[in-house]
């Protein structure tokens, strides 16, 4: 018998815009007790609007059924501008995260004021979000942030992204659905549930651990759709209220043909059954947010030399592309490097292991092309010493290390290869003489993961509801440095199921 899939159901609640006569908080109180009935434990990410109004209609009744369910902030707003991308634009690193814990902060806050619990989790919104911003702000509260991760080639695990423990809605093996949009009709549903079914079952023989199983959005289990914001708040602007919206385009254009309930209703109960199956059959455990935290958010400690010395010799043959290691990011890595070379220019041998290094991202690009073809070791382990002074005191890597009187600069790639030939020499006993550097390395460890990241932010160029001249490059060269600060989740090896 193989170890059950940790599966992570998330819903996201966002239809705030509606009357209570279009029953949106009704269907998202069946849903909570329908899964509760049959044992069935998933996690709500909620607007912060929809708490407010929650608050407003004073719902007691849905608050109470979703006590069984982890809870967390599904951003603050969605109805009024400047969304996270807008807020952030253009802002200096600092500005940037201040502006979005504010914001962050007041979802959190109205989320305890009205469920009485501390939030479990935030996530990125579709496009609203504000990539590295986003993340910085999780880990100065401290909680995993839903749906922003990135997807690495093979991966099959969350990620841990700026030390924040992340899912990824875009990786083939973490991420699957069972979307609300297949309710609309049974061909449509039996093929995503068969789909989600083959998968899970997948994941399940080859003893891969973790799903995120998307089940949708509640409010369309009733309506086909809800995005008012295209009528309510285009182009990055607040042109009208909400009664506004009502009376210029009306319920026709907003409230769009509902679901059969008939229909709907027992398509989602034969959701949870298929569930509750899989549960009993040993093949999936349903976890809540806290849970996955508890499994997936810890990290090793040590990084042994035989490690290190792997992971140079990936390093020479993968030139001018740098991969990320399965239990430490690229930068633990540069560092740890750089901390075994100065022990062994000292005391002749390396120490086993290492601790590893707290080193954050750069915020600085790193240069692509290599402005001197060779130094000697004298002069490069003077720069390497550099580097560990700069992270010791910022906490942070250097984008560029200058030095000479003609202000040449060495890039993080080029530092991160330089280290390997000298790791690999001293490890059969010597330190080079010289170290020779390729004409190119990437900026960004991970191979395509930089070029994923632009194709996600891309997508900004199409969403109606975004200003339209967005300065979508202010936001999105810092979500690509966090490449250097990028390792996979792994869950913890005696846990007990």
Known sequence: MGRPVDVLITFDVEDNWFPPEELGDEIVRWIAHTLTEYKLKANFLLVGDKFRRIKKFNLKELVKVLEFHGIGLHTNSQISHPFLPEMVENCSWEEGVKRVLKDEEEGIKILKEVTGRDAEAISQ??????GAFHFEVARKLNLPLIYGGFQIEGGDTPLIINGVLSTDYRCPFTYATVHDYAYKDEGSYISELLRADEHIKMLYNKGHPFLNLFCGHPYCLRSRSFHV???????GRNIRSIKQTLNIWGKGKLFPKRHLEKEVKPRFITTCQWLSKLQEEGKIRLITFKEFVQIYWHRRERIYIEE???YAVDIIKSSPHMPIHPYFTPGEMLISMIKMLIFFQKNKFFPPYILRPEVRFPLEEPCMAAEVPKLSWKNFSQIIKQINKYVEEKGRLPGNITFSNNNLRIGLGQIMYGLSTC?????????????EFPIVMDKYPGNKLASKIDSFFSTWHQTPYLKPQLNIDSVSRYTRLMTWDIVPAHPKLFYTY
Request: aromatic residues 10%; proline residues 7%; hydrophobic residues 35%.
């Open 423 to 435: 790791l690999i020499t001293a490890y059969n006993g010597n330190l080079p003489k010289e170290i």
């Open 308 to 310: 290190l010395f792997n």
């Open 125 to 130: 919104h579709g496009v609203n979000t504000a």
């Open 229 to 235: 914001i295209n009528y309510h708040s285009p182009n």
